[in-house]
């Protein structure tokens, strides 16, 4: 047996005796908001969607190094925009745009490590940042407002894990119309199927 699936078979045992959800990589595209679920007045972008090695889900050195130290295998976006959003060749603030994603780890202690480099990336991209209560679902979670990137509308941050998966919803548009529990509905979309998949 090579190396690496009897790495997954002892990981996915250990995950199995400790109550954790084991998922795989397969089971990715059904982790984050489907396309029937686009926030009002966006649309799947399906150039931008799919699944994505470190090198395209990561855009710096320091986070890919990052997850891959802490155990990536893979990850799995979706990302609905507002058509207005790139209007004229420009960004246009007051449209809107979410971006789903799943990553998937060798196990639910790598996920909780994970989770940790999600977090710092996102402090590290973004500016006047306010926490916010975790997402009320899943593990280790946090959530953030602010302007989550540069050049981007400011928005919600939703993150959390649910074994060795650390799933993630971002909702963003102009100040004032994304509502927080508009968004945090949609990430509760994402976490019921995951925990209702495994």
Known sequence: ??????????????????????????DLP????????????????????????IEVFAEDD?????????GFVSSYVNTFLAPELF???RLNPAASLAVSYAILFDDAG???????????????DGTDLIGR????????????????????????AFVWRIGNVV?????AGARGAIREEAALTLARAMATRAERLR
């Open 167 to 171: 799933q993630a919803l971002v909702a």
């Open 62 to 70: 320091q986070e890919q190094t990052d997850l891959l130290v802490a």
């Open 30 to 53: 059904r982790l984050v908001l489907q396309k029937e679920e686009a926030p009002k007045g966006t649309t799947l972008l399906d150039d931008s969607s799919g699944y994505r090695s």
């Open 1 to 26: 047996m090579r190396r690496r699936s009897l790495i997954a078979l002892l990981a996915a045992l250990t995950a199995c005796g400790s109550g954790e959800p084991v998922f795989e990589v397969t």
């Open 87 to 89: 209007g004229e060749h």
């Open 133 to 156: 209560e975790a997402p009320p679902f899943g593990s280790d979670g946090f959530g953030l407002y602010g302007d989550l990137q540069a050049g981007r509308p400011p928005g919600f």
């Open 110 to 124: 790598a996920a909780e490590r994970g989770i940790e480099v999600v977090k710092q990336d996102l402090l590290r």
